[in-house]
């Protein structure tokens, strides 16, 4: 992926809500993304974020969603950022491929912001 891109700072959509993912959001926040969505195909427990970045949860600029299916994303990001731990025949990258979304790891997202 291009990093200008990235600079341009629109829609993001991390996958994976693990570590790296939540370390993700909390950067391109940071960074001033228009919107960042984290969603993860698990039932995770989002308190400790709900509680972290209620502002941006409250203004829309943050969403968070668990037991994602590809039939649930209506906008389409501007990028997406792939967790490590998600396996290249999952749904998320068959979805992005689907719909030609330029996808990132996590490290390649933060190398291209600094």
């Known amino acids: 992926m291009a990093a200008e891109t990235l600079l341009l700072k629109g829609r993001v959509l991390i996958f994976g809500a693990g570590r790296s993912g939540r370390a993700t959001v909390a950067l391109a926040l ?27 949860l409250e203004s829309g600029r943050l969403k968070l969603q668990t037991n994602w299916k590809a039939s649930d994303q209506v906008d389409l990001p501007d990028f997406v950022v792939m967790s490590p ?11 992005c491929m689907e719909n030609e ?11 291209c912001l600094y």
Request: with cysteine.
């Open 30 to 56: 940071k960074e001033g993304f228009d919107s960042v969505s984290l969603v993860d195909e698990a039932d995770l427990d989002f308190s400790d974020f709900s509680e972290r970045f209620h502002k941006e």
């Open 85 to 95: 731990g998600i396996p290249h025949d999952a749904d998320p990258y068959l979805f």
């Open 101 to 111: 979304l330029p996808i990132c790891g996590d490290l390649d997202f933060a190398f």
